[in-house]
C-alpha cells in the first residue's frame, strides 16, 4: 500500500460480450481532502459481485450504469481516518459503496458502520451484507420456504446460494444446490448440510438431475444464474411453487439474449409465481437480518467462506473469476490494513 | 330440443393447431336414468371457454385432458328433473360442468345450487361463474390493486377481461384495456368506464400505443393471451409490478412454442411478479366473490355483456369463435328451456 496515493481502477471500456482486464485501467491519484461533513476511508476489503457486469452496460436498470473513465463501482469496508462528520468518527469501520480504489470520500450517505466484535470486518461485503441479506430477504420474503418443501439453488456455493441453502435447512426444507465442480458440491453437502448436490459442469442432463434430486419435484427454485437451468426447472416445479429470480449470471455475458419458449405455461398450470426481487428493498429491515445470521453464525447453524485475495492490481481478475466459477466463497480483494 | 334423447357433442379429434368443427361430432343417445344419489339435469345453457382448448390436448396440465369418442368437458347450467339425492331436489337450478350435452347425470360433486332471484340463471356461467370469480380472485389476490395504480388488462372485453377492468375501476385504478376492433373499445370506454383502449387488431405497435396509454407505466397486467403483447408489457413494467398470468388465448393453437428472450432480466430489473392463477385455488371463497360481485352489479357499478346463441347444434361454432376474438360478451349457447 502507498500511504500517499490512492490507487484505483476505472471503467475504460463497455464489453459488449464477456468483459477481460483491457475494460479497465489503473490511476493513481493524490488521496483527496476532507470538506465539511465528510469523512475519509481507507479501504481495508473490496468486494467483486456479479452485479457489477450490469454496472459496465450502458442503459437503464435499476441503477446507473458506472461511468466511462471514472472509478469502478463496488462496496468496499474500510476504517475512517480523518472526519468532519460527527457520525462517523475517526478509527470507525465502514461499509460502502466506495468504488474500486484504496481511499474513499463519503459523506455517510448510504454508508452503515460495521461492528468488528460481531465478525470479521470482511463479512460485511459477505455473508452479513450485501449478499447475505439478499439470500435472507429473497429466501425468506419471495420464497417463502415451509417446513418439508424441496428447495433447489443454482449458484450454490457462491457467496449467495450457499447462505440461501442454509437458511432454507433451518427452515427444514429439503435443500438442492447446483454447482460447478466436485470439490463445491462436496463443501456444500458435507460442510454444509444440503442434503444433495448437482455439479452442473459434470452433468450433461440436467433434467435427469433434478428428477434424482427432486423426487417430490421442485417448491422453491431460488434462481442465481438464469439460463438453460432456469428454463429446464420449470418443468420440474409443483403447484404453487416460487421462483425468486435473484441473478442470471450465465447470461450477464451475452451480446443477445437467448430465444426460448415463455415461461409463462409452466407458471399458470401450475399456480407459480416469478419474482424478482433486490436487497434495496428491505434496506429498513437491515439491521435484523444481520443480527438474526450473526446469531445463526455464532449458534453454528450458518458457515461462510471466504476466497480471499490480496493486493488492488488484482481487483479486475477476481472480479472475472466470477464468470468462469472460479471463486470458491464469497471473492474479496484484500487492498488494505487496519491502522 | 328433443325431450326423449341426449344430443350430445363428443371430441374425435386432438388438433395439433387450430381446432375446427371436423374435432367434434354430434351424438344421440337415450337420457339416462338416475341412480342411487344421482339426478338428472336438463341443460338450459353451455359455456365454452378458451381453457377448453387444453382440455382437447392430450397431457399434463392442470386437468386431466377430455377423452376422444367421449362428451366434451364444458360447464353448464340447468335444471335438476329428476332427483334420487335429497341435497339436490327437483326444479333447483344448478351449475356444474356438465358437458356438451342437452341432459347430464350428477352425484353433486363439483356441483354448485343457484340462486335465480340474484341474477338471470346464465350469469352463473359468466360473471357470478368462473370467468367471474377467476376475474376477482386472480386481481384482487394476485394483482393487488392500489389506488391511483395503471391496470392493463388484455382480452378486455372478454369474459374475464371486463370484469377485471371493472374491478380495477371500483379500486380506483387507471384501466387500459387490449382488446381487437372499434365496436369492443367503444363499448369499454363507453359503457364500462375504462379509462383508454387500445385496439390490437388497428394498432400495428403496440409499444406506442401502450406508451400513451401508460404515462406512468404499468403496475398491473391481468394477462389473457400471452404472445407477443405480453413480451412487449414487460417493456413497460414498473418497480414492484405484478402479472397475473390467466390465460394465453393467442398461444393455445401454436403447435410449436414461440422463442422469445427470457421475461427474467425485466422482472428482476423491476422486482415484478409474474404468477399463474387458477380460479379453483380460491373454491372455498367461491360465495364470498359471488355476493360482492352480485351487490356490485344491483349497485350499478358492475356490468355485464352474454352473447347468447341457440341450439346444441352450434357448441363447436361458438367454441371457435372465441379463438378468433368473434364474440362479443361472455359466449353462451341456449340448449333448453326451463320447465
Redo the contacts between chains.
Keep these: 500500500m502507498n500511504g500517499k496515493s490512492n490507487r484505483c481502477w476505472l471503467l475504460v471500456n463497455r464489453p459488449i460480450s464477456e468483459p477481460s482486464e483491457e475494460d479497465f485501467a489503473i490511476n493513481e491519484a493524490p488521496i483527496p481532502d476532507i470538506r465539511e461533513n465528510q469523512f475519509l476511508v481507507k479501504i481495508i476489503y473490496l468486494s467483486v459481485d456479479p452485479y457489477m457486469r450490469g454496472r459496465m452496460r450502458d442503459g437503464?436498470?435499476?441503477a446507473p450504469p458506472a461511468v466511462l473513465g471514472e472509478v469502478m463501482v463496488g462496496g468496499a469496508v474500510g476504517q475512517i481516518i480523518k472526519s468532519n462528520n460527527n457520525s462517523y468518527s475517526e478509527g470507525k469501520i465502514v461499509q460502502g459503496n466506495f468504488g474500486w480504489q484504496e481511499y474513499a470520500l463519503s459523506d455517510g450517505i448510504g454508508v452503515n458502520i460495521v461492528d468488528p466484535s460481531v465478525a470479521p470486518i470482511s463479512t460485511s461485503l459477505g455473508v452479513l451484507g450485501m449478499p447475505g441479506l439478499t439470500a435472507y430477504f429473497g429466501l425468506l420474503e419471495v420464497g417463502c420456504p415451509v417446513l418439508g418443501e424441496t428447495i433447489v439453488v443454482s449458484a450454490a456455493a457462491g457467496a449467495v446460494g450457499a447462505v440461501v441453502g442454509q437458511i432454507a435447512k433451518i427452515k427444514g426444507c429439503d435443500v438442492v444446490g447446483i454447482a460447478g465442480g466436485a470439490e463445491k458440491c462436496r463443501y456444500l453437502e458435507e460442510e454444509l448440510g444440503f442434503d444433495y448436490t448437482i455439479d452442473y459442469k459434470s452433468q450433461p442432463d440436467i433434467s435427469n438431475a433434478l428428477n434424482a434430486a427432486c423426487p417430490r419435484g421442485i417448491d422453491i427454485y431460488f434462481?442465481n444464474v438464469?439460463g438453460a437451468i432456469?428454463?429446464e426447472v420449470l418443468n420440474h416445479i409443483n403447484?404453487g411453487a416460487r421462483i425468486p429470480?435473484?441473478?442470471?449470471i450465465s447470461?450477464y455475458n451475452l451480446s443477445q439474449?437467448?430465444?426460448?419458449?415463455?415461461?409463462?405455461?409452466?407458471?399458470?398450470?401450475?399456480?407459480?409465481?416469478?419474482?424478482?426481487?433486490?436487497v434495496w428493498?428491505w434496506v429498513e429491515r437491515r439491521q435484523e437480518g444481520i443480527e438474526q445470521m450473526a446469531q445463526w453464525i455464532k449458534e453454528g447453524k450458518l458457515y461462510y467462506k471466504e476466497d480471499i485475495i490480496e493486493g488492488i492490481e488484482k481487483v479486475p481478475e477476481a472480479f472475472l473469476k466470477l464468470f468462469k466459477g472460479q471463486n470458491f466463497g464469497k471473492q474479496i480483494i484484500k487492498v488494505g490494513d487496519l491502522q
Design positions: 437503464v436498470s435499476y434462481d438464469g432456469l428454463d403447484i429470480i435473484c441473478g442470471m447470461e439474449p437467448q430465444l426460448v419458449p415463455r415461461p409463462t405455461r409452466a407458471l399458470l398450470v401450475n399456480r407459480a409465481k416469478m419474482q424478482g426481487l433486490l428493498d
